[in-house]
T-cell receptor
Framework: GEQVEQRPPHLSVREGDSAFITCTYT??????FFWYKQEPGASLQLLMK?????EINEGQGFTVLLNKKDKRLSLNLTAAHPGDSAAYFC?????????????FGGGTRLTVRP | GALVYQYPRRTICKSGTSMRMECQAV??????VAWYRQSPQKTFELIAL?????????EQNFTQEKFPISHPNLSFSSMTVLNAYLEDRGLYLC?????????????FGSGTRLTVL
């Protein structure tokens, strides 16, 4: 089945710097890609969903890149601030039907220092 | 947007006892509900996926005998952790899909944090 590897597991950056997180997946038929944010003690908040056809996706304060050739999904937080400190998880799905399985990466615990 | 209520938020149970958690989709019809567990310092493991008009599908290492799930209608699902032990502690999340808007996206509840004494 699908395997998703996420790096790095821990990341510490200064306020204003960029934070870069990468996931690699194994199933070449994966089509839907997600980034979730989990603040301490909280549930998952959907940051962005990406379709297979879109390589560059801009969000508020971040960019998501999809490289299907290398089976790599990346999240780049530009100008990080302390409020971005949280755990980030990528997730991958093959289908869009009700029975589709969402596979998560191992997570990245990001700390943004003032 | 789609809202998913999950309760209780936190629960503590004695080793060997059972606890039940519930998940409610608000404002949409949840054609499928997925239950995940996040053990301490780990990622989210899929326990089972419940799809309307289909049998509940459990992942390897998780069984119906241990984690029975009920999905009686398009807005409600519940899961019980039977005979909970220390290795069952963690954050349990339910995620629901709204087929009417975005079938590929799972919207998650706030989670149930289980502590086992």
């Amino acid at each position: 089945g699908e395997q998703v590897e996420q790096r790095p597991p821990h990341l510490s950056v200064r306020e204003g710097d960029s934070a870069f997180i990468t996931c690699t997946y194994t199933d070449p038929n994966s089509y839907y890609f997600f980034w979730y944010k989990q603040e301490p003690g909280a549930s998952l908040q959907l940051l962005m969903k990406v379709f297979s056809s879109t390589e560059i996706n801009e969000g508020q304060g971040f960019t998501v890149l999809l490289n299907k050739k290398d089976k790599r999904l990346s999240l780049n937080l530009t100008a990080a601030h302390p409020g971005d400190s949280a755990a980030y998880f990528c997730a991958v799905s093959r289908h869009n039907n009700a029975g589709a399985k969402l596979t998560f990466g191992g997570g990245t615990r990001l700390t943004v220092r003032p | 947007g789609a809202l998913v209520y999950q309760y209780p938020r936190r629960t503590i149970c004695k080793s060997g006892t059972s606890m039940r958690m519930e998940c409610q989709a608000v404002g949409f019809q949840a054609t499928s509900v997925a239950w995940y567990r996040q053990s301490p310092q780990k990622t989210f493991e899929l326990i089972a996926l419940s799809t309307v008009n289909s049998a509940i599908k459990y992942e390897q290492n998780f069984t119906q005998e241990k984690f029975p799930i009920s999905h009686p209608n398009l807005s409600f699902s519940s899961m019980t952790v039977l005979n909970a032990y220390l290795e069952d502690r963690g954050l349990y999340l339910c995620g629901a899909r709204d087929r009417a808007t975005s079938a590929e996206t799972l919207y998650f509840g706030s989670g149930t944090r289980l502590t086992v004494l």
